[in-house]
């Protein structure tokens, strides 16, 4: 517990410090802040819609739960509003190229999706309980990403395939104790250098850095 804090402290110093002497990525940390902000207040939004939020209350008088984790996964045919909601995300990565692009830097999108260790329980169950999500949807991501020219690194699917993890509702905590805490589910110490190792590995082998 005292590493972690430590841990977060050393972090947040480094974010600091990056955010007073790097342009870009104090540019960069305050669009992330905006996006997240965003989201927010979409779901918020969505609630207050009373079509869609009689909707929602249908769908759960149809099934046992509805979890926020299902929100990246719900079926765009089965929720329409998901779907505006999925290209407006989508072109604010876009945004990212665009600035990117204007002031001759390199961009490189990294993706963290989440892990079984722990959501296999409720993806499972969803799937038993045929709630309407699809566990493919991040392949919508990369596909947008690769038609705009943005490369990427899937973070995730380095972790997943450390401990051999094919899918959501792969059951088990196989991650827990290796790359994140055993009662958090942030990376941890061994968790960051897993994290630096491979985007720094990206950002040589694609020479984005040299």
Known sequence: MRLKRKEKKIWKQIKYNLNQHIYLFRLLHRSQSKIRKSIKYTIRDYKKSKDNYNYVEEKKSNYSYFNSFFFPYLDHEEFSWV??????????????????????????????????????????KAKKDNLPIKLNNEEKLFSF????????????????????????????????????????????????????????????????IK
């Not at 104790?177 to 960051?192: Q, T």
């Open 83 to 124: 779907e505006r909601e999925w290209l407006k995300h989508l072109n604010r990565i876009l945004e990212f190229k665009n600035i990117s692009d204007i002031i001759g830097a390199k961009l490189l999108f990294v993706f963290w999706g989440d892990l079984p260790d722990y959501s296999h329980h409720i993806f499972k």
């Open 145 to 208: 990403l690769k038609e705009n020219n943005i490369n990427y690194l899937n973070l995730s699917k380095l972790a997943w395939d450390f401990v051999g993890y094919k899918s959501l509702t792969d059951p088990g905590e196989k991650l827990r104790g290796k790359l994140i805490w055993e009662n958090d589910n942030h990376f941890n110490i061994d968790g960051n250098k897993f994290m630096f190792e491979n985007v720094y590995n990206k950002l040589i082998e694609d020479k984005i």
